[in-house]
């Protein structure tokens, strides 16, 4: 059974950062699925925030461009955001998700796997 842990959420003051990672130990298919960082935050539609393929190509949405990375360590599972520059809007919930899929270069379609979340605050 595929399990994803997120861990490294916290509350920060604008313009902190922070880096969350993902455990997936149990998956053994990590190193060629697609892996993702969505967000939700209360009263908000969830937003995927970044993606990155199996050969670390990435993908982010405008509102975090340019202050957010997404990585990813193939030999040790973990999945990594790191988050510069926060602001009070990206306060949150946030999820390690990965697909099912391997082998995918688009990492279009939705997710199979998710964690259980990690909480992001920052305050203003």
């Known amino acids: 059974q595929v399990q994803l842990e997120e861990s490294g959420g916290g509350s920060v003051q604008a313009g902190g950062s922070l880096r969350l990672a993902c455990g997936a130990s149990?998956?053994?298919?990590?190193?060629?699925?697609?892996m993702y960082w969505f967000r939700q935050a209360p009263g908000k539609e969830r937003e995927q925030v970044a993606r990155?393929?199996?050969?670390?190509?990435?993908t982010y949405a405008d509102s975090v461009k340019g202050r957010f990375t997404i990585s990813r360590d193939n030999a040790k599972n973990i999945l990594y955001l790191q988050m510069n520059s926060l602001q009070p809007e990206d306060t949150a919930m946030y999820y390690c998700a990965a697909s099912g899929h391997t082998y995918d270069s688009s990492c279009l379609g939705d997710p199979n796997y998710w964690g259980q979340g990690t909480q992001v605050t920052v305050s203003s």
């Open positions: 990155i393929t199996y050969d670390h190509s990435t």
């Open positions: 149990t998956y053994p298919d990590y190193s060629t699925v697609c």
